[in-house]
């Protein structure tokens, strides 16, 4: 079973460049809002149609933008997934370095090759974090070790047996205290 459930590979793509239109236009709306606000001439209203008008005139390219790199993301995410049969961080990490590197290509074959560095390293920070929360949260849900048992069963290190030698509650392998002297 894997980690966390996506969508089978072709609706993927699509679902994946959804997302990221949807995040490219929400985060460049706010944004170029506040660049607009802090741009446009003084006076509340001027600045909040100057806040209005950047966010139309942007945000739809920023948008494209997030959607364009999320669809040739997961378009050699799914083509690593089909050549290597299986599923990885070493599919995300490649597909942010081929990423980075076919969106940069009309830049020449420097820009090229350096934003395929940048975009393996951004993909190999964030799956080094998810698998380090990961193993974080899985503590919390181990099972305790079980009690080491010794001749009664349950005295031993960390055991409810040291617990109960000494006090005499009346468990079984504890002493028993004389109460009629």
């Known amino acids: 079973m894997e980690e966390y459930s996506r969508e089978p590979c072709p609706y993927r793509i699509v679902d994946d460049c959804g997302g990221a239109f949807a995040m490219g236009c929400i ?11 802090r741009n ?3 006076g509340i209203g001027r ?6 008008v950047a966010v139309k005139a942007r945000s739809p ?6 959607a364009a790199w999320g669809g040739v993301f997961s378009i050699v995410d799914c083509s690593l997934v089909h050549m290597r049969k299986k599923e990885d961080p070493w599919n995300s990490i490649i597909s942010g370095a081929v ?3 076919v969106l940069a290509a009309r830049n020449g074959v420097a820009a090229m090759a350096g934003s395929a560095i940048i975009g393996g390293i951004l993909l190999s920070l964030i799956e080094g974090v ?6 974080i949260s899985a503590e919390q849900f181990r099972n305790p070790s079980p009690l080491t048992s010794s001749q009664d069963g349950l005295s031993g290190t960390g055991g409810l047996g040291d617990l109960d030698s000494s006090s005499g509650f009346g468990f079984p392998g504890s002493q028993q205290a004389n109460i009629s002297s």
């Open 27 to 37: 985060g460049g709306g706010v944004f170029q809002g506040l660049k607009g606000f």
């Open 40 to 42: 446009a001439p003084q």
């Open 47 to 52: 600045r909040f149609a100057g806040s209005l």
């Open 61 to 66: 390219v920023i948008a494209g933008n997030f």
């Open 99 to 101: 990423t980075g590197g």
């Open 130 to 135: 998810g698998i380090l929360f990961t193993r």
